[in-house]
């Protein structure tokens, strides 16, 4: 047979076996399997095929297709019956639920052999015992077992003490030189570089050593080697627990997780327990005659890992909660609900990983579904480290440009928007590859329908990832210009209010902010669904309506927001200033897209919509004039009043803390008023409004003092009585004339 009708075998083998996993069909295990043969094919290849399709006991019908017509013939011949249509390849939608059912199938057959198989472990020590017995190495000299013994006790001592000359040069790098992300990850990859080189410098003598001691591949050969890669690998895993949790080095850490020593001891344990089951497995594989007692050993040991994981995930649920909500004050709904879901997520993933390595066995390709479900378990413990990494390598930077001031709410946001689409791109792309992996395994790697699918989900996630990106951009970039309000409390009066006012962009971006993240959620939402092949046409006609109905139905709100737009549009004010509404008054606090919150001095807040406010008096724009009245006495020289007013507002101007306040310096206006007791001058100044208040305060303080320095006298309130010229004695006779009072009678009962 040729080289043709071998590959044209081999095809036909692939396609029968594909058929047995309903990746070509969509029938049912029991119906039987067509076999269509050229003719050409030899009794040995029909024989393995026919196999090879009836493993599970299916039915194989053998079909021999027509051999093609001589020209010749043909033209004599009548007219050919119309070929058949070419079967249409099944769709995914009907491909996937009949290749879950194969799956689950398998799973529960793998499941049953592998209980079955346990009481077949008990031959596993006979086994091994006779084949050490067929060692070639150590016949002669020392035995197999001594050589492999002094092997592991050299490499360990040369290890270790090439590990103790070089400890004080990565001692002195392994110390950090501060606090922030960057100086511990510098020490922590020292200590990594440490521990990986002494790994590999340990495997490398193994390696040397057991070519040279042990030359015949044996069984105590392949035994150092599974051995040695087992603890090579376990190792390493010990070292990227040391790397990342730092046990007894707390500055050092790189993942702040609670109760990290619990849960590194927890790590040491899977690290050594995993490797020693792998190299078991595989050594009972080595030495037994059949498959039972290395399937009875991957059903204990499966299910005893599979145990542990979930605990540890069901102990790990809150302290990783906890390291995922310490990245943000205030963490978003997603970032909640990460850390709500993700140990439950854990849990379940671990147990269907367990389900799909015990039916694997069962499975004609089972070393690719094992691979799978080895590759998605690496995945789901690298994906998060790798997040959490990049997000605090991005926010480290991103708050040393913060500490140096060279930030603007433009280049916040991007930095915002650059550290979301850094981790969410390791999220993305690692479930990516993990979803392309399985749905290789269920569809088939070659098949239209896994192309259209990749196709499909490629296309989806980017315009998702693109709209979530473009949403914590503009988040950051509107939380940038959003007013800061850090009271909590009663202000104090007597401290020195801020001179900053937002702008008009930084008063109007917060309330374009939740109708601007509104519709980009929105415009992201459609555009998914009509990749998906949505017909979004019903759902825009539907929105329309609905804000139809809503405008007509609230005509108060539509009047709130007209109004309030056209007083943005106006700047008519904004947050921070102080403003009268004819009825309330107070300092803008919030703005809203219908209504506006006023802080009153005594602390109540009001809210006023938009569309009540007939008229607003802003008193906090540009400047204010304040004027004031002082009482002096009638017989104060005004020109040296007004001479030490002048002199105390030239001296306000030169102090430091109130001089940038002042726009116009205190002086004295005039006599404003002339009383019986008093004259009244008016002072005033011009300075900024929200520090007009505290400059009136100081003035007055400063104008009482220099005034009675001056001796210049303040009117009293005292009455002075002036009597004629008569002599005291007619005075006090007039005072004992007044004839004193007289007790009111009481009541008459």
């Known amino acids: 047979m040729g ?18 996993f309903g990746l070509g069909s969509t029938g049912r295990a029991q119906d039987p399997v067509v076999l269509t043969l050229r003719g050409n094919e030899s009794a040995e290849t029909i024989d393995r095929l026919v196999k090879a399709l009836s493993v599970d006991g299916r039915r ?73 017995g067929r060692n070639r190495n150590g016949v002669e000299g020392l035995s197999a077992g001594s050589r492999v013994a002094l092997i592991l006790l050299l490499a360990l001592s040369i290890g270790l003490a090439l590990r103790r000359l070089a400890f004080g040069w990565f001692a002195r790098r392994q110390e950090p030189r501060g606090t922030a992300f960057t100086p511990r990850l510098v020490a922590a990859s020292f200590g990594l570089a440490q521990d990986v080189l002494t790994i590999a410098l340990t495997l490398m003598i193994v390696r040397v050593a057991r070519n040279a001691w042990l030359p015949h591949a044996d069984l105590a050969a392949t035994a150092l080697t599974m051995a040695t890669n087992g603890a090579a690998i376990g190792a390493f895993y010990i070292a990227v627990g040391r790397f990342l949790l730092a046990p ?58 599979m145990l542990f994981k979930l605990w540890w995930f069901y102990d790990l649920r809150h302290d990783l909660a906890a390291l995922i ?76 440009r913060v500490v140096g001031g060279s930030t603007t709410p433009l280049s916040r946001a991007t930095a915002e928007a650059i550290g979301a689409g850094a981790v ?56 940038a210009y959003a007013p800061q309000r850090h009271a909590s409390g009663p202000l104090d009066e007597d401290a020195v209010p801020d001179d900053l006012v937002p702008s008009r962009l930084a008063t109007v971006l917060p309330v374009l902010r939740g109708v601007v993240l509104v519709a980009v959620f929105g415009l992201t939402v459609l555009v998914v669904l009509a990749r998906l092949g949505v017909d979004i046409g019903p759902l825009l006609a539907g929105f329309g309506i609905l804000g139809l109905a809503i405008s007509f139905g609230s005509q108060a709100l539509v009047r709130d927001i007209v109004s309030g737009v056209f007083f943005m549009l106006e700047d008519a004010f904004r947050v921070g200033e102080y403003v009268d509404t004819g009825r309330l008054k107070g300092t803008v606090e919030k703005i809203s897209l219908r209504s506006m919150q006023l802080r009153h001095q005594s602390g109540q807040i009001h809210t006023v919509p938009f569309g ?31 001479k030490v007013i002048k002199k105390t507002g030239l001296a306000l101007l030169e102090d430091p803390e109130f001089a940038p306040h002042f726009i116009a310096p205190l002086k004295m206006q005039g006599v404003a008023d002339i009383t019986d007791s008093a004259v009244v001058i008016r002072l005033k100044f011009t300075g900024k409004p929200n520090q007009a208040s505290t400059l009136q305060r100081e003035a007055l303080k400063r104008v009482y003092r220099a005034l009675n320095e001056a001796h210049v006298p303040f009117a009293s309130n005292a ?20 004839p004193p009072p007289t007790p009111l009678a009481p009541a008459a009962g």
């Not at 081999?10 to 396609?15: E, Q």
């Not at 290789?440 to 192309?451: N, R, Y």
């Open 612 to 642: 009540q406010i007939t008229s607003l008096t802003n008193a906090s724009r540009d400047w204010a004039t304040v004027k004031f009245n002082v009482r002096l006495d009638h017989s104060a020289d005004l020109e040296q009043a007004r």
């Open 719 to 738: 009455v002075t009585v002036r009597g004629g010229e008569g002599r005291p004695s007619d005075a006090a006779a007039a005072i004992t004339a007044i």
């Open 60 to 132: 194989v019908e053998i079909r021999l297709a027509q051999p093609a017509q001589p020209a010749a013939a043909s033209a004599s011949a009548p007219a050919p019956v119309p070929a058949a249509p070419a079967p249409v390849p099944p769709k995914m939608d009907d491909m996937l639920p009949a290749q879950i059912d194969a799956v689950i199938d398998r799973v529960i057959d793998g499941v049953g052999y592998g209980n079955q198989a346990i009481p077949a472990i008990a031959t596993l020590p006979q086994a091994w015992t006779e084949a050490w």
């Open 3 to 20: 080289w043709r009708s071998r590959l044209r075998a081999i095809f036909v083998a692939a396609g029968a076996i594909s058929c047995l």
């Open 248 to 305: 007894g080095r707390p500055e050092r850490r790189l993942m702040p997780l609670p109760r990290a020593e619990h849960h590194f001891r927890l790590f040491l344990f899977y690290s050594v327990a995993a490797p020693v089951v792998v190299v078991s497995i595989l050594l009972a594989h080595h030495v037994s005659t059949g498959p039972l007692p290395g399937a009875g050993l991957i059903a204990v040991t499966g299910l005893a890992m």
């Open 424 to 479: 969410g791109l390791v999220w993305a792309a690692g479930f990516f590859l993990i979803a392309r992996l399985w749905a290789g395994l269920l569809l088939g790697v070659s098949s239209d329908q896994f192309v259209a699918f990749s196709r499909q989900v490629a296309g989806v996630a980017l315009l998702g990832f693109s709209g979530w990106v473009l949403l914590v951009f503009l988040r950051a970039f509107f939380d």
């Open 325 to 400: 909500l310490s990245g943000a004050p205030a963490p978003g709904l997603m970032r909640r609900f990460a850390a709500a879901g993700l140990p439950v997520f854990y849990m379940v993933a671990t147990v269907v990983l367990w389900a799909v390595e015990a039916g694997a066995s069962m499975m004609a390709n089972g070393g690719r579904w094992t691979q799978a479900a080895a590759l998605t378990e690496i995945g789901l413990v690298i994906l998060p480290i790798l997040a959490v990494g990049v997000s605090n390598l991005l926010h480290c930077r991103a708050m040393h």
